[in-house]
């Protein structure tokens, strides 16, 4: 539907003030210089904010795409930003005067003006190993910036596998509404948890490990071929996608109860 039959089905009440509202965010796109589209009503919509992938970018694009973002929106995602261009967009931030949420081992930053509310939904957030860490933090970021509260805990992976049992004790404790589990290495953590407890999982294949099955190629084909019905995979150090799902599924429970 254009933009035209949704302004006439709106004045002949075929259609709601806010159908009409939904719709039309369908048309809400910025764009920056020929070279980006931003998806500036994503928020509202999905309730996901803007993430750019700044690994391929080069850093005056970055700087363009978040201040645009920032003029229209409370916050964007810079993920997998370069090692020269991490601490110049934290700089950069400040010129902007702008806040940042950080993530331990982690390129990505959390760029937002007003406070972040954690009032929606928990998600916990677990890894095999402290290599797992960046990517978990990853996830963690975007769930920050969708309004969750998380609960996390860190190198609790079947190397001692005594170690994860306090820790998803507190999580159930916590009441969270998804799980995410960064590991590398053959990935068994996803589908312990998995058969554990009864809240939504998703695994996060890490590329850690050696020789066969190394990169992560190991642990994404065990967690695909997990015997546990419950555990749902994103891609091979995905934490950005994992943040994504985590943080919808909980806030929609929110709205449920």
Same mark, same amino acid.
Do not use: H
């Given at each position: 539907?254009?933009?035209?039959?949704?302004?006439?089905?709106?004045?002949?009440?075929?259609?709601?003030v806010?159908?009409?509202?939904k719709?039309?965010?369908?048309?809400?796109?910025?764009?920056?210089?020929?070279?980006?589209?931003?998806?500036?009503?994503?928020?509202?919509?999905?309730?996901?904010?803007?993430?750019?992938?700044?690994?391929?970018?080069?850093?005056?694009?970055?700087?363009?795409?978040?201040?645009?973002?920032?003029?229209?929106?409370?916050?964007?995602?810079?993920?997998?930003?370069?090692?020269?261009?991490?601490?110049?967009?934290k700089?950069?931030?400040?010129?902007?005067?702008?806040?940042?949420?950080?993530?331990k081992? /982690?390129? @990505? +930053?959390? #760029?937002?003006?007003?406070? &972040?509310?954690?009032?929606?939904?928990?998600? *916990? %957030?677990?890894?095999?190993?402290?290599?797992?860490?960046?990517?978990?933090?990853?996830?963690?970021?975007?769930?920050?910036?969708?309004?969750?509260?998380?609960?996390?805990?860190?190198?609790?992976?079947?190397?001692?596998?005594?170690?994860?049992?306090?820790?998803?004790?507190?999580?159930?404790?916590?009441?969270?509404?998804?799980i995410?589990?960064?590991?590398?290495?053959?990935?068994?953590?996803?589908?312990?948890?998995?058969?554990?407890?009864?809240?939504?999982?998703i695994?996060?294949?890490?590329?850690?490990?050696?020789?066969?099955?190394?990169?992560?190629?190991?642990?994404?084909?065990?967690?695909?071929? /997990?015997? @546990? +019905?419950? #555990?749902?995979?994103?891609? &091979?150090?995905?934490?950005i996608?994992?943040? *994504? %799902?985590?943080?919808?599924?909980?806030?929609?429970?929110?709205?449920?109860?």
């Amino acid at each position: 539907m254009d933009v035209e039959k949704i302004l006439e089905s709106l004045k002949d009440n075929k259609i709601t003030v806010n159908q009409a509202k939904k719709l039309l965010s369908l048309y809400s796109i910025e764009e920056i210089e020929g070279f980006a589209k931003i998806d500036i009503s994503r928020q509202n919509r999905r309730g996901i904010p803007e993430v750019i992938f700044a690994e391929t970018k080069e850093l005056d694009e970055i700087k363009k795409i978040v201040k645009r973002v920032l003029e229209k929106s409370n916050a964007v995602i810079v993920s997998r930003l370069k090692k020269n261009d991490y601490s110049k967009i934290k700089e950069y931030s400040k010129k902007l005067k702008v806040k940042i949420k950080t993530g331990k081992n /982690s390129s @990505s +930053l959390l #760029l937002y003006k007003k406070t &972040i509310k954690q009032n929606g939904g928990k998600v *916990g %957030i677990l890894t095999a190993g402290t290599s797992d860490i960046g990517v978990a933090e990853e996830s963690r970021l975007m769930c920050e910036a969708m309004n969750c509260k998380c609960i996390i805990s860190y190198d609790v992976g079947v190397a001692g596998i005594q170690r994860i049992f306090p820790e998803l004790k507190k999580m159930v404790d916590e009441e969270v509404d998804c799980i995410i589990v960064a590991a590398g290495m053959e990935g068994a953590l996803a589908t312990l948890v998995s058969t554990l407890v009864d809240i939504p999982i998703i695994g996060i294949p890490t590329s850690v490990g050696y020789g066969y099955g190394e990169k992560g190629i190991a642990a994404l084909a065990s967690m695909l071929q /997990s015997c @546990s +019905l419950g #555990l749902s995979v994103v891609n &091979i150090d995905n934490g950005i996608a994992a943040g *994504g %799902i985590a943080a919808n599924i909980a806030n929609r429970s929110i709205r449920i109860k």
